[in-house]
T-cell receptor, first 115, second 109 residues
Framework: DAGVIQSPRHEVTEMGQEVTLRCKPI?????LFWYRQTMMRGLELLIYFNNNVPIDDSGMPEDRFSAKMPNASFSTLKIQPSEPRDSAVYFCASGVPGLAGNEQFFGPGTRLTVL | QKEVEQNSGPLSVPEGAIASLNCTYS??????FFWYRQYSGKSPELIMF????GDKEDGRFTAQLNKASQYVSLLIRDSQPSDSATYLCAVYNFNKFYFGSGTKLNVKP
């Protein structure tokens, strides 16, 4: 299995532009997570899907952020408009709910820089 | 108060020693606990999880959970320079996941 796939791996954009990050989870995994990681705030859960349905989006920082999962093999995280403080590494992870909650497998991340 | 607390380190141990990484959590109802390893510039990688009180061993790694004290630890036996990384503790509680800020481990040859 190729693991979790994220694209792009790097994104540099200017303030005010729309940014779309993409994720393909591991086949057969029915949970999908979006995280943001910065030096200041560490790893933060933004949103969690189970069977394509958003379960918890309380971590989404504000209305500029939105996430969709139209099917079991694809999800997007969109930032519109982007701001410099959105600069971070964004990880997508997938997993299968089990007795221990959810063992999550992370993608390689997208490093976003907003100028 | 943060949901998950870890000492940021760095924790330095000599090669071959036991490294002990600690994590405390605030919600007594937390259900399961995960340890991830993250090399610089890479994504977190799951090492192991635990959800029952006591010890759980996997190779050189042992996770220890004490729910009464709200404390979970990771022991790494026979530490190797390749174990040098940041170790993240994660806590799961009713569809909510919280990560600690991580402890940086340096294993010196």
């Amino acid at each position: 299995d190729a693991g979790v796939i994220q694209s792009p791996r790097h994104e540099v954009t200017e303030m005010g532009q729309e940014v779309t990050l993409r994720c393909k989870p591991i086949s057969g995994h029915n949970s999908l997570f979006w995280y943001r990681q910065t030096m200041m705030r560490g790893l933060e859960l933004l949103i969690y899907f189970n069977n394509n349905v958003p379960i918890d989006d309380s971590g989404m920082p504000e209305d500029r952020f939105s996430a969709k999962m139209p099917n079991a093999s694809f999800s997007t995280l969109k930032i519109q408009p982007s701001e410099p403080r959105d600069s971070a590494v964004y990880f997508c992870a997938s997993g299968v709910p089990g007795l221990a909650g959810n063992e999550q497998f992370f993608g390689p991340g997208t490093r976003l820089t907003v100028l | 108060q943060k949901e998950v607390e870890q000492n940021s380190g760095p924790l330095s141990v000599p090669e071959g020693a036991i490294a002990s990484l600690n994590c405390t959590y605030s919600d007594r109802g937390s259900q399961s606990f995960f340890w991830y390893r993250q090399y610089s510039g890479k994504s977190p990688e799951l090492i192991m999880f635990i959800y029952s009180n006591g010890d759980k061993e996997d190779g050189r790694f042992t996770a220890q959970l004490n729910k009464a004290s709200q404390y979970v630890s990771l022991l790494i036996r026979d530490s190797q320079p390749s174990d040098s990384a940041t170790y993240l503790c994660a806590v799961y509680n009713f569809n909510k996941f919280y990560f600690g800020s991580g402890t940086k481990l340096n294993v010196k040859p």
